[in-house]
């Protein structure tokens, strides 16, 4: 069977073309944080910088992004609100995510 | 019953220039309400049912008056997946959809909300409503996989929301309080709780959905004293462990599953304000409430009474018309008070979102490659222990799964990948619901007469299992 184009891992977007084909440090140790505190099955370096977080992907609901949005406030000293930016677009993927911890982190 | 019953009653809200609401650009008053309902009901496509998906609780409220005077029925499903809007569009052939999001994609015709003109001259009567007028339409998900329809008449909810006000204390505050709700007005706790109990308790809502902790803070801090914050188990616990800065509240809501005693009394310590939780269901509406820190029985709002028969306990009286049948183990303790001791069998409820099991496992055993496969609901104590399995890390005492416990499944299908199935049980329903972990095995552990015995897959769950087989 080879529907790859649900499995999110290898899944091409035209808007992240440039995405580096690894994950920066600084994208694993957001990668490593969603996963332990979510306890998810899958390893840091096995999410894709450019795949979807939400939904399809690695199927995130809004239970688990207020787990993450507390883990983050907490180790980079600032809070997530629903208008600060497209909240949709933070949580796109783990890339854009990292973005946002960046330019946002007070610690 | 009285002839007619107003949407907002006279004795509570006297003034058209009382306050209905407070947005972000101030408050509403009866009078800006009554017109902004006047003029949406004037434009609402020919339909005779809505879908309401206004995330502002304001405009939901507009949105649901406006229905209400245009004599249409308002729907409102547990979920907005792809295949609950086409059931939708079965149910209610001539279904629309009121929405305030710019990027709506629900497949039906949508009624963008509209840009409300400001009016301080005409005077407009507020509507007397017939208390038998079928007002909304709650769906819960049915076990054969099709949503089942719960309709609610004026009268009735109008009687549950004022037994409700009545309990909180709400119909005698010489203040006017604002509710903050962090429940969609769309779930039947927040459209009892906030929108409806606004109108008929005399308060103000606040129109914010608030989602994040510092999002609560906000809606909190914009809105008026005295405040009721109507929440959840979930949003509450992340609010505590954020540790903002926070404003007063006068009293915390809470519904959807029973707070940890621990929880309950961290919020009254840090409030110094009463901690009241409901319970209730989509069908009964809420039925009794209870002040977990000062005694862990359930107290029935006036009028309604248990009835044991055999396994089921039945919910009758006031609002209640025909006696309905409770999805919890209940014990009665005596005419008013009861001990809730956790959820039938069959039924899963997460966050608020209730499903049957038998359905799910339906569902799951229809996806093309599925040779056999069952859903997994883990006790509270196990769930801990599987989610803590995998890793030994210091995120792990954040608290997780200390207020949501998840599903899991295992499933025998050779060449399905997990997101493949993953995806096409997302079609079906409720994110909440996917499983986690997803088990593939070769063989589920079936007795001799086929049944799946609950220790041989609790025992499949286990953490040495889990780690080797989802490697």
């Not at chain 2, 409700?164 to 779930?187: F, K, M, W, Y």
């Not at chain 2, 309604?304 to 919910?315: E, F, H, S």
């Not at chain 2, 890793?391 to 899991?408: D, Q």
Request: proline share 7%.
């Amino acid at each position: 069977m080879t529907q790859i184009n649900l499995i999110p891992a290898i899944a091409s977007n035209p808007a992240t073309a440039v995405t580096p084909a690894t994950a920066t440090a600084m994208q694993l140790e957001v990668a490593l944080l969603i996963v332990e505190c979510l306890n998810l099955e899958v390893t840091a370096d096995q999410i894709a910088p450019d795949a979807p977080l939400y939904g399809e992907g690695l199927g995130l609901d809004s239970i688990d992004i207020l787990e993450v949005a507390l883990v983050v406030s907490k180790r980079y000293g600032f809070q997530l609100k629903t208008d600060s930016a497209d909240n949709k677009h933070i949580f796109s993927s783990l890339q854009s995510l990292t973005d946002f911890i960046v330019a946002q982190r007070t610690r | 019953m009285p002839p007619i019953l107003p949407l907002l009653p006279l004795v509570v809200h006297p003034s058209p220039d009382n306050i209905i609401a407070w947005c972000d650009d101030g408050s509403v008053t009866r009078q800006q309400f009554l017109a902004d309902v006047n003029q949406l009901a004037a434009s609402l496509l020919p339909g005779g049912h809505l879908l309401n998906a206004c995330g502002d609780r304001y405009r939901f409220s507009v949105g649901l008056a406006a229905a209400i005077v245009a004599g249409k029925v308002s729907l409102l499903p547990p979920a907005h997946t792809t295949e609950m809007v086409r059931q939708l569009k079965t149910f209610a052939p001539d279904v629309f959809c009121l929405t305030d999001n710019d990027d709506c994609t629900l497949d039906m015709p949508q009624l963008r909300y509209p840009i409300m003109s400001a009016n301080e001259n005409t005077t407009f009567a507020v509507p007397q409503i017939d208390p038998n007028q079928l007002i909304a339409i709650v769906f819960t998900s049915g076990s054969t996989g099709e949503p089942s329809p719960h309709h609610k008449t004026w009268g009735a909810l109008v009687s549950s929301v004022q037994a409700e006000a009545s309990r909180l204390g709400l119909l005698d505050n010489a203040l006017p309080c604002t509710l903050i709700g962090t429940v969609p007005s769309q779930h039947m706790y927040g459209f009892e709780s906030t929108v409806l109990m606004a109108w008929q308790s005399g308060h103000a809502l606040s129109h914010a959905q608030p989602f994040y902790p510092a999002d609560i803070c906000r809606a909190l801090t914009n809105a008026q004293a005295p405040r009721i914050l109507v929440s959840s188990p979930v949003h509450l616990r992340a609010l505590m462990d954020a540790e903002l800065a926070m404003p007063e509240i006068a009293c915390v809501v809470s519904a959807t599953a029973p707070l940890s005693l621990t929880l309950a009394q961290s919020i009254e310590a840090r409030w110094q304000a009463p901690l009241i939780e409901i319970y209730g269901s989509t069908e009964t509406g809420l039925i009794a409430t209870r002040r977990a820190t000062q005694n862990l029985q359930w107290e029935l709002l006036p009028g309604i009474k248990l009835v044991v028969d055999g396994d089921n306990t039945y919910a009758c009286g006031s609002h209640i018309v025909t006696q309905i049948v409770m999805n919890d183990i209940i014990e009665p303790l005596t005419a008013e008070f009861f001990l809730l001791h956790g959820r039938l069998s069959d039924l899963v409820n997460i966050a608020g979102k209730r499903h049957s099991l038998a359905s799910l496992n339906y569902l799951l055993n229809t996806i093309p490659g599925v040779v056999d496969g069952v859903f997994y609901m883990p006790d509270e104590n196990d769930a801990r222990v599987i989610s803590h399995a995998s890793h030994a890390s210091h995120a792990s005492h954040t608290l997780r799964t200390s207020e949501v416990t998840r599903l899991a499944a295992c499933v025998v299908a050779p060449g399905v990948t997990s997101a493949q199935l993953l995806a096409a049980l997302r079609e079906h329903i409720d994110v909440v619901f996917l499983p986690r972990p997803l088990l593939f095995v070769d063989v589920l552990p079936r007795n001799d007469t086929g049944k799946l015995p609950r220790a041989a897959l609790q025992a499949l769950f286990q953490p040495a299992q889990i780690s080797r087989k989802s490697a």
